[in-house]
């Protein structure tokens, strides 16, 4: 009865695909590259079939064939080849397999037991950290998601293509791009000036929008969100950790409706305003817009409910009022390194869920008596860092308003800066927005919507 028990703890291998597939690269030096599409250092089961790997990814990095005698003399000179099982185990190799033909078969078999001993030392150590009573249950959750999305992120195999075969993919993407007639790469914010700048919001992009109070954050992310959703059809997700739900509901109806905002609080309705409200329900009833509701959301209950939404409802895009708000795991480092850890782990996210992610934040009151500059963003130094874009919302206050007092409404709307501060990928600049503060929303100058 001991045998069995004993060989159920031996890790997951295959010894004859690591021999077949190391055989075959000493047999062609065109395998070498075809194996290196799968695996990576430490993939073998085998100690000796790992150095010996090793010394063949040494070689070639060197340009010099590897062969028996060339990677015996690597494996001699680094003081490895006794370790390596000798000279005869090395020229043993060759006589495994009659061929490099099945390269890649070897090559991924030895990968799927790799990713194999790969999961079973995580769920040993995630194992071990859930009878450790001083760790959270939420914590120990997101470092499982985590590693298991760092072992599929590393995973990826390294693919090539001829420029020939990808002509007839690039020419059907000019193609529908010339049909669409959309002058935007990734996913629209409705304002063309904007997009004369970004081609839109990109995938794995972290995007930073910041203002002071009362220049309108929400306002121009819900613009944009609602533009996304009801004019384009691309499924959204808003999480609002500021407001309520039913809060930013109202605000919807009255940018959609373009009922002013105080008159749906009030109630003061007339009666022409109810069929624009019932028309603009109509159109939020059908958008792909999902509202997450929670105050004082944790950074990882957030990445959780992300995953969850991007899985199940596939949207293209999330945007999160906002940063400040987001509560750390960790209460007993400074409140910068929390914003810091948060920055990061947002970028990650955005990276992991592969679609851009807008968050909004607070500037500092520097920014109020000039134009906002990058070293003009709330609680840390690192957000600047992650992100890939960053815009501030600018508009001149008149002279004795308090920072906090709203602008004054107006029927053409407050002109308002969108200044592009910071694009990894593209130029900066400044766009030029109209605010309608009755029904609390941006438009383009050119209402091109």
Not at 236 to 260: C, D, H, K, P, V
């Amino acid at each position: 009865m001991a045998a069995p028990v004993l060989k159920d703890k031996i890790p997951p291998h295959d010894d004859e695909a690591e021999r077949a597939a190391l055989g075959a690269m000493l047999m062609d030096a065109d395998a070498i590259g075809a194996a290196m599409q799968y695996l990576h250092r430490g993939d073998f089961y085998s100690n000796a079939n790992n150095l010996i790997y090793d010394a063949i990814l040494g070689l070639d990095n060197k340009s010099v064939k590897a062969d028996i005698l060339t990677v015996t003399g690597e494996l001699r000179q680094n003081g490895k080849l006794d370790e390596a099982g000798g000279a005869a185990y090395v020229s043993s190799l060759t006589t495994v397999v009659p061929s490099s033909a099945n390269i890649e078969y070897y090559a991924q078999t030895v990968q799927g037991y790799s990713l194999r001993r790969a999961l079973l030392r995580v769920s040993g150590e995630i194992s071990a950290k859930i009878f450790n009573e001083s760790m959270e249950s939420r914590m120990i959750l997101e470092e499982t998601q985590q590693r298991i999305f760092e072992l599929s992120d590393t995973r990826q195999t390294l693919t090539y293509k001829r420029v020939g075969e990808m002509i007839n993919d690039t020419l059907k993407i000019i193609e529908a791009a010339h049909h669409s007639k959309e002058e935007y790469t990734g996913v629209p914010s409705g304002f063309p000036e904007l997009e004369e700048y970004t081609s839109g919001f990109h995938p794995s992009e972290f995007i930073i929008i910041g203002a002071r109070p009362s220049i309108g954050k929400t306002a121009l992310a819900l613009t944009m969100a609602s533009h996304i959703a009801i004019r384009k059809r691309i499924p959204t997700a808003f999480f609002t950790l500021e407001m309520s739900g039913m809060a930013l509901m109202q605000r919807l109806i009255a940018m959609e409706a373009q009922i002013e905002s105080n008159h749906l609080r009030n109630g003061f309705l007339k009666s022409s305003d109810y069929q624009d409200l019932l028309h603009a329900a109509d159109n939020l009833y059908e958008a792909p817009l999902y509202i997450v509701d929670m105050p004082n959301m944790k950074i990882l209950d957030l990445r959780a409910q992300a995953r969850r939404i991007r899985a199940q409802q596939k949207v293209e895009i999330i945007f999160i009022d906002y940063l400040g708000l987001i509560s750390s795991e960790n209460n007993f480092i400074p409140r910068y390194e929390q914003i810091s850890e948060i920055s990061r782990s947002l970028k990650s996210l955005a990276r992991e869920l592969d679609i851009p992610i807008v968050v909004l934040c607070q500037l500092t009151r520097e920014a109020e008596k000039e134009k906002p500059t990058l070293s003009s963003i709330r609680d840390s130094g690192s957000i600047e860092q992650d992100a890939d874009v960053v815009m501030f919302l600018h508009r001149e206050r008149e002279s004795g308003k308090k920072s906090d007092d709203p602008p004054p409404p107006t029927g053409e709307g407050s002109k308002t800066s969108l200044i592009l501060a910071k694009q990894r990928n593209g130029p900066v600049g400044t766009v030029e927005l109209k605010f309608m503060s009755k029904y609390a929303k941006f438009e383009s100058m050119a209402k091109k919507y």
